[in-house]
């Protein structure tokens, strides 16, 4: 299904969009940041909180590493504060890309307790690998939407475009 080399591009990938969306966010005032746009998780910082919450629970589930405190209707309060969110953020990105690096065949099943299905759960590896760099962008796109209607300018999002792709 994947490789180790999609892996690893979608690592990189992660890596370069959230580095765009927080340096665009950075020339917001905390106000706009907080602001609550309608989005499933509210504000941009709810967003950008609950997608950092989500990649650390993903990686807890890939790599063995800390669980995060909270379910995903906490997710939004995850880190609220933008200094220590940006700090975590750019620490995920780097533990992502770690693990990505490592990864050769993504065989087998990963097995883990799913709070938000209140049970056991079993998939194929890949098919969660997958849904990790799935669920990154589709919450990165709301996050992209939230900051192009307030005057933020992320960089572009088209994988073909990020730097090192061929060019």
């Known amino acids: 299904m994947i490789t180790g080399e999609f892996v690893v591009m979608m690592a990189r990938y992660n890596r370069w969009q959230n580095a765009s969306l927080v340096a665009a966010a950075e020339g917001l005032d905390e106000n ?14 709810g ?7 989500a990649d650390t629970i993903w990686m807890s589930r890939f790599d ?3 669980r995060p405190a909270g379910g995903i209707k906490e997710s939004p309060g995850f880190e609220t ?6 700090v975590a953020r750019t620490g995920m990105d780097a533990r992502i ?3 990505a690096d490592g990864m050769d065949e993504i065989v087998g099943p990963l097995r883990w307790f799913s709070g938000a299905l209140g049970r056991e759960m079993e998939r194929p590896y890949a098919v969660c690998v997958t849904h990790f760099f799935n669920h990154q962008t589709h919450h990165r796109g709301q996050i992209h939407g939230m900051l192009t209607s307030v005057g933020a300018r992320p960089d572009d999002t088209d994988l073909f475009a990020m730097p090192g792709t061929g060019d």
């Open 32 to 45: 706009a940041r907080i602001a609550d746009r309608g989005a499933f998780f509210g504000s941009i910082m």
């Open 47 to 53: 967003t950008f909180s609950h997608l950092l919450w």
């Open 64 to 66: 063995g590493g800390a």
């Open 81 to 86: 504060d933008w200094g220590r969110f940006r």
């Open 97 to 99: 890309a770690d693990w």
